[in-house]
């Protein structure tokens, strides 16, 4: 259990520090600050359990509406990117195969992010580059409430690109280095 809680704070540390900190989703802090994030480590090792662990988890958000959304950490079953990115096909798939299409979406975030047709060093693959692969299990009601509400939120991901830029490739390497 001890690797669990320093996992869980490399995690929460990267949240505080980027994603919050730099603003890259200005929806967290409201969820952080109200302790309404949950923090699951997954360390099967196997799709398969995994897979099935990540459904409990939707379940498990289904049956505690106080817990707004989980962070669900992949701890060795994706270490490598183009695992990971296999992972979360099958595990949206099976989103919409159990029915929750529509009430929870999966965002991505990889120690090796890189978006498609980008260099690996374009600091704006830090977006979503995290400590830990993990999926962001997240309600799909509570993200249509809150962008309603947030004026252009189509500008946030250009935002967050021209930002990382602005700080660039070993600013961004160091935040994320400093969670570890």
Known sequence: MPEYKSIIQQTQCWLDKVVIGHNIC???????DADRIRFVVESCGQFATALENLICECEYLE?????????????????NFNDYLDFLDIANQLLIDQGYEGVFQLASFHPDYCFADTDPDDPANYTNRSPWPMLHIIREASLEQVLQN???????????????????L???QKMLNDCK
């Open 26 to 32: 200005p929806f967290a802090k409201k969820e952080r």
């Open 63 to 79: 049956q505690n509406s106080d817990t707004e959304t989980t962070l669900f950490i992949l701890e060795h079953i994706t270490e």
């Open 170 to 172: 070993e600013v961004m």
């Open 150 to 168: 947030y004026p252009n939120p189509e500008d946030i991901p250009q935002r967050n690109i021209e930002h990382c830029h602005r700080l660039g």
